[in-house]
């Protein structure tokens, strides 16, 4: 087994583990919340969050390594690959930003919510709507990335 092998191996294991925690979240456990569940919500979505985070950032690394095996920039930029590239490059960072604002804002706030004894509705709608958009950009991205790596 290859050093690139493994190296793959690692971005395709973060990225299952990024976005099948956040699907796993968006689809069982929000639901769950939304029927009067909040306070399990925000204690598993904060427990998940290192897993989450240490995803994200293996995704980043392995990436930033995989692009380096893509050939000569000349070659890429010919092929029309570096446009793919570059497509993928702002919609993982999107991903990553909406992302953050869903841990670092929005579950602080549902955790404020929670403590003072108010309604979640308005912090599970915030995480409702970014977890989708997240997800939607993870479709796009996972598109993107088997482009890339069929014509390399």
């Not at 929000?30 to 995704?59: C, E, K, M, N, Q």
């Not at 929005?106 to 997240?134: F, K, S, T």
Request: charged fraction near 15%; glycine fraction near 10%.
């Amino acid at each position: 087994m290859t050093f690139h092998l493994v190296v793959l191996w690692l971005h395709v294991l973060g990225a299952i583990v990024w976005v099948g925690g956040l699907m796993y979240q968006a689809h069982v456990l929000l639901p769950a919340a939304r029927r009067g569940s909040a306070g399990l919500f925000a204690d598993a979505a904060r427990r998940g969050r290192p897993i989450a985070w240490t995803a994200i950032a293996l995704v980043v690394l392995t990436g930033f390594y995989n692009v380096t095996r893509l050939g000569p920039v000349e070659r890429v930029m010919e092929s029309g690959t570096g446009l793919v590239l570059a497509a993928k490059f702002i919609l993982v960072l999107a991903a990553v930003a909406l992302a953050g604002q869903r841990d670092f804002a929005q579950l602080p706030r549902l955790a404020r919510a929670l403590a003072a004894r108010e309604d979640p509705a308005r912090a599970l709608g915030a995480i409702a709507w970014l977890d989708r958009a997240v997800l939607l950009l993870a479709v796009v991205i996972v598109y993107l990335g088997l482009a890339i790596s069929r014509a390399g």
